[in-house]
């Protein structure tokens, strides 16, 4: 099973630059969104559900800002939007699949670079969010808490950690949660598989950052040691260019029952009255995927139903 992840910063710019056909060639089974920056009435999901996807997805609260998603070919057992924080929810920070034998979370953590405020914003949702890990580990036996976490682990992950020592993203208190959420029981996937330096996932726009491989590795799929075994493969995508960021990929061990994976879609009516239900808060809200008898050859409709506190 392929899972990828990929800040796109801003899924309509990104498709203006061909994401959509670089989708359809790379084909994971689950791909996780960050930075969307769209409202489902943004986004014609057709294109993605005639490519095999269902989509779950997440925005802030605010336009044009933040937001995450889940793209899967596989029919999750459930789904989960937010922390139960209104704090980070209305950001649209985090998402949850739930498949036979793993959970994946699509995550978006804040940036720091604009200020004090912010940084202190991240330290918080930091705390909170290895609470809501540790947590959930008490549930689930195998997670991976995917996507950009805005920090550089190590020396290693960052082209420049001398300079860049007193700047957000690098900071010693950003390092040593890495490390914490490590002891927690986490592997860092790509580093399980990759020792060597020079491998970034995002650079600046400025001064051909990019092109002279001057970048951060700061987008991560992080497993629970239950999953250690599955690890199959993990590599980073340079190559792929819609966004500041790239796409980081890991492959599982697991074996696919083809009756998980969902059929291509069906009508323009029924997506119409599937995507109306999206206009909600999103916050506290969750999917079961319960077969309906559409007339069409699509597999599940997600029913809503709320959380119980």
Known sequence: MKLISYNVNGIRAAMNKGFVDWLAK???DVLGLQEIKALETDVDFRIFH????????YPAVKKGYSGVAILSKVAPKAVHYGMGVSAYDDEGRMIRADFDGFSFISAYFPSGTTGDIRQDFK??????VYGF??????EHSGLILSGDYNICHKAIDIHNPVANKNTSGFLPDERAWMDK???????????????????????????GSRQKNLGWRIDYHMASK????KLKSAVILPDVVHSDHCPV????????????????????EIHKNFYSIFDWKHSGWSTTNEPKPTGSTFCTVPDLVKEQP
């Open 181 to 207: 959420f490590v002891d927690l029981g986490f592997i860092d996937t790509f580093r399980a598989f990759n020792t060597d330096p020079g491998h970034y996932s995002w650079w600046s726009y400025r001064a």
């Open 26 to 28: 790379e084909s994971p």
């Open 123 to 128: 330290y918080k949702f930091l705390d909170d």
């Open 226 to 229: 239950e999953l250690q075994n």
């Open 50 to 57: 005639d490519l095999g996807y269902q989509v779950y997805w």
């Open 133 to 138: 890990m540790q947590d959930l580990k008490r």
């Open 249 to 268: 990929a890991l492959e599982l061990h697991w074996e696919k029952d083809k009756k998980t994976y969902l059929a291509p879609y069906y009508s323009d």
